[in-house]
């Protein structure tokens, strides 16, 4: 594709550097906040957010389940 991937960081900063220009192109929000989600809204669903990921029948086919922590902190990432 073009982009650098000398190893398996670089090549997921590439990625995501990407990703987030063609959502600037698109005029696509990159996160909730930028949806219009304040802090306050987002903390009384945050938890329920965690919950429904680590329940959902995908994380349960991963080929390593992700603890309640983890999840929780890729859930803080969204605002």
């Known amino acids: 594709m073009g982009y650098p ?3 398996i960081r670089v090549a997921v900063k590439s990625l995501l550097q990407q990703i987030n220009q063609l959502a600037k192109e698109l005029h696509m929000p990159v996160n909730l906040r930028a949806c219009g989600v304040s ?3 987002f903390t ?3 938890q329920h957010i965690s919950e429904a ?3 959902d029948a995908c994380t ?3 080929p390593r389940t992700p603890t309640a922590n983890e ?3 890729i859930v ?3 605002l």
């Open 60 to 62: 349960k086919t991963n």
């Open 53 to 55: 990921a680590l329940n």
């Open 44 to 46: 009384i669903v945050k």
């Open 39 to 41: 802090k306050e809204q």
């Open 5 to 7: 991937s000398g190893n």
């Open 76 to 78: 803080e990432k969204l």
């Open 71 to 73: 999840i929780e902190s």
